[in-house]
Nanobody, 122 residues
């Protein structure tokens, strides 16, 4: 089992920045590829970014490319999502997830955090 706890969400004005964190515990963090997903009210959960287990491979949804950066610190068992140039369309609950393989498909992830709310005002 892997336990994941997100933090760092909040209310920010358009154009602002936030950094989300995801603290992992349980099994060896570096054994897992990690992803960030988000879900807005009335919408399906969508992929945001993913990172390989040693942080070398990374990829992003087109909607966040160039604005968001995913990173991880295996020594601290923590995943991050730096979000810059936020706009109201980024408003959602953000979830981190762990999986044995990198994927943009949320159905392939085994472990999930409880989510953290990000609200961007115009």
């Amino acid at each position: 089992q892997v336990q994941l706890v997100e933090s760092g969400g909040g209310l920010v004005q358009a154009g602002g920045s936030l950094r989300l964190s995801c603290a992992a515990s349980g099994r060896t963090f570096s054994n897992y590829n990690m992803g960030w997903f988000r879900q807005a009210p009335g919408k399906e959960r969508e992929f945001v970014a993913a990172i390989g287990n040693y942080g070398i491979s990374r990829y992003y949804a087109d909607s966040v490319k160039g604005r968001f950066t995913i990173s991880r610190d295996n020594a601290k068992n923590t995943l991050y999502l730096q979000m810059n140039s936020l706009n109201p369309e980024d408003t959602a609950v953000y979830y981190c997830a762990a999986n044995r393989a990198m994927s943009s498909d949320h159905a392939r992830y085994d472990y999930w955090g409880q989510g953290t709310q990000v609200t961007v005002s115009s």
